[in-house]
């Protein structure tokens, strides 16, 4: 079963919630799955500060990110999300998103309707579309 499949089923429970948890690398990803969780989650801010040490403030790059949660996603055989952002840029940026994220044991990728650019999670007064 390809991870999507695997998240879908898992997403259409009726009797359980699925929890998902934040995996900073591929050592944590495995260290949670060997304890249960069903699903993980990748994104710039767990990813970028485990490696930098900095807050989310937009350092990484689509191609970082995406290398990330692939090392990750071949780590593990649960689930893994990438937080695609706003798609990195434009609307090519998030074809090529979903080009880079769209293989088989790739991590199944998903957007937010933030405005572009992206405004950090942890920075102040932060406009929503």
Known sequence: MTPAKKLRQLLGRKDKVLAVLGAPNAFHAKIMEANGVEACFVGTSITGGN???QPDL???S???CVE???WIARAVKIPVILDGDTGHGGIMAVRRLV???GTDGA???QYCTRQSPADPAQVPQKSMV
Do not use: H
């Open 68 to 70: 990330f949660a692939k």
């Open 58 to 60: 937009g350092i990484l």
């Open 107 to 109: 991590p199944v990728p």
């Open 62 to 64: 689509m191609t970082e």
């Open 99 to 101: 080009r880079d994220t």
């Open 51 to 53: 490696y930098t040490g």
